[in-house]
């Protein structure tokens, strides 16, 4: 049976063997063009996904580069094996997480939003946040929450739950489709507060027709006459530099294992420091009273699985090493280039924002006389290009980094081949 200090050495000798890995190039340095694309070609091929197949569905779920599935397969071997060896002494490691605070990843997330650790708890994704929001902040009876009539399930369940159970008021302001501007949004929310007011839950970027909301300029105005602002960026880590600081916001939640391709239930949620000690945390072990460690009390939820956390680690050391703003600048670049494509073609119509402040790297979009199914379906039958049907009227196209320039003159030429047939 392997010693402690064996186990300790081959753990030691994995990470060094991946280090190299790195350094040997299989990681590609950053290029110093963001439309170098010999480089994304390189990148690309850090993911499984088959070269002859296009996956735009990032806005449901991200693929994970090898690096990151790496670390989540080698950590669940190492520890089945070496179970044993958990002696639960507070200066060694434990063989799971619910009741540490994590604090290293923790720090690096906080590196990425422009937070402190502790105003950050990691959960399982956007959804668990907006629970946390929704039953924890103390409101009464009567008080208002403003949102939009596009909130995705996960973000809306929670404040109907408290408006059923407890008597809250949950107002949706109804959104165009789409939009003509930031002040478009802004003062649709403006005109639906009143005194009663307590809480705006604004989408940072919606989930249907990927609108993009001005939220540091509504958590602004929002702070200005006393409401709380809640961010749903489920869609938004990895996809747009964020700075928790810069916007201002009361709390945010995430679901990284979407642009950020962390491993499958990597979530998290930010609360401002200041809003901290009022708010409850509604799911609870022990420590679910202490309120001098931040938001740790928040990740108190029992038994989880550690090897998931580590590659959520290596996901945001994957996106440092490739840069923010670099990953910002492509997928929107490719984004332009498909709107650009699509605008060529009379019988596309546009569902997502045409707005250049409303815009993100995500496009809805359709057919004339094509449903969002079947157009979904063609696309894939036809060119291998993975999209999400939007309802009847269209889909949902998301460019990340792994998606390449020949994927979008592949997805307009199919485009106007359907556009001939039908
Ligand atoms: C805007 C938005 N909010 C919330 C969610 C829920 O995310 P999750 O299922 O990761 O909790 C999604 C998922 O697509 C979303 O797009």
Redesign the pocket.
């Known amino acids: 049976m392997p010693s402690r200090r064996s186990f300790l050495a081959s753990t030691i000798a994995g990470t060094v063997a991946v280090r190299n890995a790195h350094a040997a190039g299989r990681w590609p340095e950053p290029a110093p063009q963001q439309d170098d694309e010999r480089y994304w070609r390189d990148l690309r091929r850090e993911f499984s996904i088959p070269e002859n197949e296009a996956f735009f569905n990032t806005?449901?779920l991200g693929s994970s580069p090898r690096v990151v599935q790496d670390a989540v397969v080698n950590h669940l071997r190492q520890a089945d094996a070496t179970i044993a060896h958990w002696d639960y002494r507070p200066e060694n490691p434990d063989w799971f997480t619910g009741y540490r605070p994590e604090l290293e990843l923790r720090q690096k997330l906080g590196q990425l939003i422009n937070a402190d650790a502790d105003e950050i708890a990691l959960v399982?994704?956007?959804?668990?946040?907006?629970n946390y929001m929704a039953n924890g902040l103390p409101l009464r009876p009567g008080d208002e929450v403003i949102m939009t009539n596009q909130?995705?399930?996960?973000?809306e369940s929670p404040w109907r739950l408290r408006s059923k159970r407890y008597g809250i008021y949950v107002k949706n302001v109804a959104i165009p489709v789409p939009p003509e501007s930031p002040q478009q949004l802004i003062d649709l929310f403006l005109r639906a507060s009143t005194p009663q007011t307590k809480v705006w839950a604004i989408?940072?970027?919606?989930?249907a027709f990927a609108i993009r909301f001005p939220v540091d300029e509504m958590c602004r105005i929002a702070r200005e006459r006393g409401i709380i602002s809640v961010i749903?960026g489920?869609?938004c880590c990895g996809h747009m530099r964020l700075d928790m600081r810069q916007m201002g916001c009361d709390a945010y939640f995430s679901?990284p294992?979407?642009w950020l391709f962390a491993p499958k239930g990597s979530?998290f949620l930010y609360i401002r420091r200041d809003r901290l000690p009022e708010t409850w945390a509604t799911v609870v072990s022990g420590e679910w009273d202490n309120y001098n460690s931040g938001a740790y009390r928040f990740m108190q939820i029992g038994s989880g699985n550690l090897s998931l956390l580590k590659g959520y680690e290596a996901a945001i050391d994957f996106h440092q090493r490739i840069g923010p703003e670099r990953v910002e600048r492509r997928m929107m670049a490719l984004a332009d280039r498909l709107r650009a494509g699509l605008r060529q073609i009379p019988q596309v119509h546009f569902l997502s924002p045409q707005h250049p402040a409303l815009l993100c790297a995500t496009t809805v979009w359709g057919i004339q006389g094509l449903r969002g199914r079947e157009l979904m379906d063609q696309l894939w039958t036809r060119a291998r290009i993975r999209v999400r049907a939007m309802g009847d009227t269209g889909v949902r196209l998301g460019c990340a980094i792994y998606n390449t320039t020949e994927e979008i003159d592949r997805t307009l030429a199919t485009a106007r081949e359907l556009v001939r047939r039908t």
């Open positions: 806005c449901t399982q994704n956007a959804t668990l946040g907006a909130e995705h399930v996960g973000c989408p940072h970027l919606t989930s749903d489920a869609q679901s294992h979407k979530g």
